[in-house]
């Protein structure tokens, strides 16, 4: 098959972690995705849960070697000349799956071809290639451009992964710091940011504050980013569930384009949650509140594969927190008060 021009190009992306409703942990994992035809690739793989080879928090040196792989400057890391696309975000083993294809030159152009699943050391593609997705064939230049500014630190994909915890319940911070950190983001607690120097400040995405934070407290910290040149996400903790003051946290420090995600649309109205997703994709619905003496309550309302458009759910109970997730996001929102 001859194969048509496409764009390409790189946007940041995420693999959502959190805890979950049974109190399992999934790993946060930040990465690099590839936008074919300005729309990531990923999403035209139907409900994928995957990371591209282009990770944030792998070492620098494995980081170059992936991305002169998809340059053709590195030998192929499987047999028949072809190259990971996306891999397991736990382990990236072969063994868990991957989407590979081969990638060649065509005169001064790159080609991407036979998508496939692959599991083994030989791709099966009359069993499990990727009918209708690719070849894809990139011009040299603008391949070599986007590619190559990984290379020289204009990462797309670089976060601050880091948060600051502002409260006073030093123990619901301390659940909160412990679970952010179990999926892979960092997370310190302090009462304000005075004396904080600069240098550390620049190193944080996002700031939490708790419930009780005195305005004073939360202008005082906003001016100490602010002299430090940071421009930080500020999250209101909407209450002391940890489960989903990670969920607001993990939204904030989504680094991916708004336009560019599934999960469009999330609100709670009317007894019922409203979400519209633009791709296939698994997600699930995790319903939140507070029961007697202020202890958490959850349930989990949905987790079922949804087609592109609005979807509304019925919400038992009267839970006034929902948290929605895909693969790649998180939404959160507050049934409306008043």
């Known amino acids: ?53 282009l990770a944030s928090d792998i070492p620098p040196a494995i980081f170059t070697t992936h991305v002169r792989r998809l340059l053709l400057e ?17 382990c990236e083993g072969l063994e868990c799956g991957a989407v590979t294809a081969v990638i060649e030159r065509a005169d001064d152009d790159y080609v991407w ?47 601050r992964r880091r948060v600051l915890l502002v409260g006073a319940r030093v123990a ?25 120097p600069a240098e550390e400040l620049r190193t944080y995405g996002a700031v ?25 996400a500020y999250v209101d903790g909407l209450a002391p569930i940890v489960p989903l003051l990670v969920a607001q946290i993990e939204y904030a420090l989504d680094p991916g384009p708004v336009a560019q995600r599934r999960l469009a649309r999330l609100a709670v109205t009317d007894g019922a949650v409203v979400t519209e997703v633009t791709s296939p994709c698994r997600v699930r619905l995790t319903a939140y509140r507070l029961g007697r003496l202020r202890r958490p309550r959850v349930h989990e309302v949905f987790d079922e594969v949804l087609e592109p458009g609005e979807h509304r759910v019925a919400l038992p109970g009267g839970a006034p927190y929902v948290v929605a997730r895909s693969s790649d996001a998180v939404l959160v929102a507050a049934a409306a008060t008043g």
């Open 208 to 232: 939490a504050f708790g419930q009780a934070v005195p305005e004073g407290v939360r202008g005082s910290v906003r001016e100490a980013f602010e002299r430090a040149g940071v421009d930080v």
């Open 172 to 196: 619901l911070l301390a659940k909160l710091a412990a679970a952010l950190r179990t999926i892979g983001i960092g997370a310190e607690i302090t009462a304000d940011a005075a004396g904080v």
């Open 113 to 159: 071809r036979d998508f496939a699943w692959q599991t083994s050391d030989h791709a099966d593609l009359e069993l499990n290639g990727y009918r209708g997705i690719g070849p894809f064939r990139f011009h040299g230049g603008e391949y070599r451009e986007q590619l190559g500014r990984l290379l020289t630190g204009d990462d797309p994909g670089a976060v």
């Open 1 to 53: 098959m001859l194969a048509e021009y496409a764009t390409f190009g790189l946007a940041p992306a995420m693999r959502a972690g959190g805890v979950l409703a049974s109190g399992a942990y999934q790993v946060h994992r930040d990465f690099v995705d590839f936008v074919v035809n300005g729309r990531p690739l990923l999403f035209q793989l139907a409900d994928l849960d995957a990371v591209s080879p």
């Open 74 to 90: 590195a030998d192929p890391p499987l047999l028949d000349g072809r190259y990971v696309i996306y891999g397991c975000p736990e």
